[in-house]
């Protein structure tokens, strides 16, 4: 058995690695639908094509890296239980995927998460270990409790199985843009992928090269990934918060998710919040769904930014957003 | 050529003009998804399953009979010019289809019905003529418009061809119960179907007729159809106006839909407008869905009422929704 370790090497995710996963979740988590408006493509002046991952199972694709981890610890013997540190969609994902497989699940959680992802990760039957952020070391708690219950830790985005989990959505997404429903004749488009770090975009672009070409898309200020690319090395962002985009605001791009998007993806996109604020908007006026601002920085790239190609294929990664912070982007 | 008239007779719409309607309407409008949530499911104490005709194109299953009727003049013979009298969902429908198939729309419009409704009219193609409701005659507006250009008018919701468009959602519904994707195992479910005229309601009981049962929903206070079924004979609403579900108040049930339903529905169901504020609400938090009232009342006797089997199918209606009340809807 290999349990989930952020010090799994970069060969660590395949293709095949994807395959397995999409057999593992089959069932348990949704295949999402693509979906495509008139008017929005008018709007931007291409054609753009949303693959509806805040309609996954928990709100976002998190629900399929939670699952395939949990999962595939489960096929090898069963851990004592599981571990997540997230203040959102990971640990709703992953909680979800512990209960369903009858696993305690611990996650560290800061005291200043929205009430909401707290109410809906305990709704799934997860421990919540509060710490505050200013004051407590998040990772010496964790270490302790990992040690204390034997938990197994399932990191955020950089680690082999969760990868292969998130990139089920490339799958999924090739075989739409190929297809003859919602989304056909996109074949060759580029995807463009909201990227916090980088697990999504890493999957996608594993399960999908050869076909299309994956493109991240970041938050002004948060753009590590987009320079990280440019200088072909893992570079840091210099804040650790202060973006309405709350679900992909990482330090830096993963280990293992980097050099599989240097590999593969083009160069990366960066839009404001404000535009983030817009393409919320637009996807309640125009698509009748709620995204939440992180979720949404992918279709904001494709409605506001140059240099994409005429059709092009947007992850809407999640939809977990506090009531206010929504009704301020729709007002 | 039979041009659309309210004075068709109810052996007009049959389970085959359904399946013509199906066939016209492919690739142009959208196959929606049907969701579970399993959270909804243990807060209603029953599985629900939800035919998100809020995704639907326009945002509303009304793009379903507004195509199938303009497909069906068109292919008869080319009319000057459609007409509709709608201050919503209807109006979009027919709009876009007019649109699609190079027709002029001309659409009778309340000066008090919501400006994005209006804005969202207006942008697919079509000539508003606003009246004032306190001042103004509609229908002798709309006559003498028709008469002077040409016009024809699709109703909104009495009509053969209309109920068959709309009757489109309920041949999906029975495949999707039937087969191994969301929505499997429902064989057999009660639709719980949001219900204004009654066109989707009727249209989705003779598709499905032999396998489910529909059950009507509607809001307190504008209860006719319900009423209607208990008596036997159409009985009207005592008010017009003064309910938040605005898509689903209508006078009277419908001559045609009224027969079809009295043979083949249940008993109808009523919810208030608090709850189906409160649908609205949770269909924002769990399914990362726009709803509007009028489109979540179906939702709402779901959630909230007793008189309803194990497993129930709901359509979500429509997703035009005005922000400021779906702000007030999910604080």
Redesign the interface.
Known sequence: MTPPSPRAGPEGCRRSAIETAAARIRGHV??T?M?E???LNALAGRRILLKCE??Q?T?SFKARGGWNSVAALCEEGRPPGILAMSSGNHAQGVARAAAAHGLPCTVVMPTDAPS?KRAATE?LGAEIVAYDRASEDRDALAAALADERGLVLIPPFDHPNVIAGQGTTGLEIAEQAAGA??GAGAEGAEIVVCAGGGGLAAGIALATEGRHRVRTAEPDGFDDMARSLAAGVRVANAEAAGSLCDAVLTPMPGAITFPILARLAGPGLVVTDGEAMHAVRHA??R?????EPGGAVALAAALFRGDLPETVIVTLSG??VD??L??RA??
């Not at 698509?287 to 995204?291: D, E, I, S």
């Open positions: 949704r295949r639908p979906l408006d008139e008017g805040n309609l199972v709100g909401a709704a429903g919602a309640f006026e698509l009748r769904l709620v995204v939809g977990n009531p206010a929504f009704a729709i007002a």
